[in-house]
T-cell receptor, first 113, second 115 residues
Framework: AQSVTQLDSQVPVFEEAPVELRCNYS??????LFWYVQYPNQGLQLLLK??????LVKGINGFEAEFNKSQTSFHLRKPSVHISDTAEYFC???????????FGGGTRLMVKP | DGGITQSPKYLFRKEGQNVTLSCEQN?????MYWYRQDPGQGLRLIYY???????QKGDIAEGYSVSREKKESFPLTVTSAQKNPTAFYLC??????????????FGPGTRLLVL
């Protein structure tokens, strides 16, 4: 069984400041890792994913994440946030034995002017 | 324009009523999924289908039913047995696992409210 922990339920940050949203997972097998973004009353949009290869993954909207196998982490970062980045962010993991995603509880990013 | 559509955007259910949420995809994906999202929580898997005419229960299947008669469609019925149906429902799809189907793509969601 696998689980995902997003350590911060809310992250307030000022516009143009850097941000890191933390995600830790537990799994006994190799994993695939994902970050999704959800704007109010909308579905989830894929930001980025780690399947294999380079541990630094770049996604859309200037976001990137680093897979750290020893720390079992997949933290999401952006060097300078915009008001439009205000949304809920979900980390998800999928083991290589099945196609099921396990989601974290989400982190609400609140960008203030 | 390929994608996943869900309808309706908002749905109201009366006591004792069954309601059906629609999910259609034109991505030619084999696998489809239904998730439930409650405020402040992550997504929980209700049902999934890897192929037409086959589906499996997820973590919270009680009070729900599905069918998969066509590759493009995966409707979810919320039955009267589901005592707390108020939530945001999300449909997703992916290519088959054996074809590298690691990534799921999501529809815009349906918000179900109880009258």
């Amino acid at each position: 069984a696998q689980s995902v922990t997003q350590l911060d339920s809310q992250v307030p940050v000022f516009e143009e400041a850097p941000v890191e949203l933390r995600c830790n997972y537990s799994s006994s097998v190799s994993v695939y890792l994902f970050w999704y973004v959800q704007y109010p009353n909308q579905g989830l949009q894929l930001l980025l994913k780690y399947l294999s290869g380079s541990t630094l993954v770049k996604g859309i909207n200037g976001f990137e994440a680093e897979f750290n196998k020893s720390q079992t982490s997949f933290h999401l970062r952006k060097p300078s946030v915009h008001i439009s980045d205000t949304a809920e962010y979900f980390c998800a993991v999928r083991g290589n034995a099945g196609n099921m995603l396990t989601f974290g509880g989400g982190t609400r990013l609140m960008v203030k002017p | 324009d390929g994608g996943i559509t869900q309808s309706p955007k908002y749905l109201f259910r009366k006591e004792g009523q069954n309601v059906t949420l629609s999910c259609e995809q034109n991505l030619n994906h084999d696998a489809m999924y239904w998730y439930r999202q409650d405020p402040g929580q992550g997504l929980r898997l209700i049902y999934y289908s890897q192929i037409v005419n086959d589906f499996q229960k997820g973590d919270i299947a009680e009070g729900y039913s599905v069918s998969r008669e066509k590759k493009e469609s995966f409707p979810l019925t919320v039955t009267s047995a589901q005592k707390n149906p108020t939530a945001f429902y999300l449909c997703a799809s992916s290519i088959a696992l054996q074809a590298g189907g690691q990534t799921q793509y999501f529809g815009p969601g349906t918000r179900l409210l109880v009258l």
